[in-house]
Each structure stands twice: as C-alpha cells, then as structure tokens.
C-alpha cells in the first residue's frame, strides 16, 4: 500500500530526566517500516540534559518524510506532557510510548493494522515485556499480560465499567481523544491510563491486542519495588472497577517516569 494511503501517526513521548535512555527509543523509531508518521517528545521540566541530547539527535537526522519535533512543558505531570505533545499533533493516529521503551521495527504498522481493523476500536493497546528485568518477573508479567489481561479486558468493558490501557504501548484514533477532551492533566501519573480507557471505552472499543509487544524498562519496579508499584496499578484499576474513591492522584516522585 502506497504511504500516502496510509493514515499518518503521531508517536508522542513524555521525558523527565531521560538522557539516559531516550536515545535508545529515538534511535528504535527511526528504524519503523511504517512509512508515515512522526514523532513529538515532550520535555518535562527536565533538570538534566534531556534536552540537549534529544536537540543533538534531532540535527543530526538525515533529511527525511519523517519528522521529530521537541517541545517544552513545564507543569510536571505524564499528562501535561502528553497533552503538550498532542497539541503539536497532525496525525490522524496517537500513538503513547514512553522515553524508555524500545520498539521493535514492526511496532506501528503492527499497532495501526490492529486499531484500523474495526472501525468500531478507538484504541488498541498490548504488552510490556520488561527486557532488563529478571527471568521471573519477566516471563511472570508477560504471561500474566497476554493471558489474564485481554479476559479482563474483555469483562470490564462488557459492564461499562473500565477498559485496560498500557499507557506506554497505546495506539488511539486522533479524533477520538479529541472528542474525550484529550489528556486529563488533574491526573499527575497514576491512574492516567485508567482514566483514559474509560473515558474512550464510552466511545468504542478498546482492544487489547497480545501481539502488540514493547520492550519497556523495568526501573521503576527495581527502584520502588515490584509489588509496591503494581500493588499502585492494581489499586488504581480495580477502584474505577468497583466505583470506588475513583483513582489515585499520585506523583512518581521517587524515579523518573
């Protein structure tokens, strides 16, 4: 299929204090055999050289269909960077990826195939497989995502009650997001990805596809604790489940994002 049928994606990246690790997501970006789309990152407030490295990599690009575009957003939060990035924003597909992860070269013709299936899924999200983490939280969280998950996935959005988002490996209908009002920024990190599956499960169905795989970083786990920080998750998801006190509005203050 020609590249000017395809429909153009827009890969946003929130960055705080990632000049460690953004190359890395850049670098696996540019190596994508999808011909059309491009990429926004947005800078965090970010009190190291972020900026620098990612400006650095910027100019040193070829002259190509592919562009890479660097914006500032102030006010912390995963949320407000997204919605910054997503403001710059001229494809007709967002798709999330966090500054740590490392796409395969097939990720987002793999992501739009599964989101333009059905015109009735507004967004399509998959599995972290957490290449630096050990062999038993590595194998555990990727079984536990492709299996556990799509029922979940399935059950909660059967009684209109929740939708699952892995918010680093997200692929949503542009206009979609639009609709929903974009990202909610009162939320600072946890509970984003819930409160965005529910907001556009209202408008159509969120797929969750097990082949939609993204190596991601297991950091956070090793910094804060594996069942800590899941033990977050979880409590975040199941409280929208069960209508709860809703989610909760905490900060990743401890590592970077």
């Not at 006010?75 to 997204?82: C, D, E, I, S, V």
């Not at 403001?87 to 990720?107: E, M, R, V």
């Amino acid at each position: 299929m020609p590249s000017h049928s395809l429909p153009k994606v827009s890969v946003l990246i929130p960055a705080f204090n990632e000049e460690k690790y953004i190359l890395r997501t850049l670098s696996a970006l540019m190596r994508q055999d999808y011909p059309c789309y491009e990429i926004i990152i947005a800078d965090n407030a970010s009190t190291d050289r972020t900026a620098i490295v990612i400006q650095q990599f910027i100019d040193r690009q070829p002259v190509t269909a592919i562009s890479i575009h660097l914006v500032y957003e102030n006010k912390r939060g995963t949320n407000f960077a997204r919605e910054c990035a997503r403001q710059k924003a001229t494809g007709s597909i967002i798709a999330q990826i966090d500054a740590d992860c490392i796409p395969t070269a097939n990720w987002l013709r793999k992501g739009v195939t599964a989101l333009t299936r059905n015109r009735k899924t507004v967004a399509v999200t998959g599995p972290y497989d957490y290449y630096d983490g050990d062999k038993w939280m590595r194998t555990s969280s990727v079984l536990s995502q492709k299996i556990f998950y799509p029922l979940i996935n399935t059950l909660v959005q059967f009684t209109g009650r929740a939708a699952i988002l892995i918010g680093g490996n997200t692929f949503i209908r542009a206009a979609i997001l639009e609709s929903a009002g974009g990202y909610n920024t009162a939320l600072t990190f946890y509970g984003d990805d819930v409160d965005m599956g529910k907001k556009l499960a209202t408008y159509g169905h969120v797929a969750y596809s097990s082949d939609l795989i993204l190596f991601s970083s297991s950091r956070r786990y090793k910094a804060n604790g594996f069942f800590q920080v899941n033990k977050k998750y979880q409590a975040c998801f199941w409280n929208l489940v069960w209508k709860k006190d809703n989610l909760l509005q905490t900060a990743e203050t401890s590592h970077p994002r």
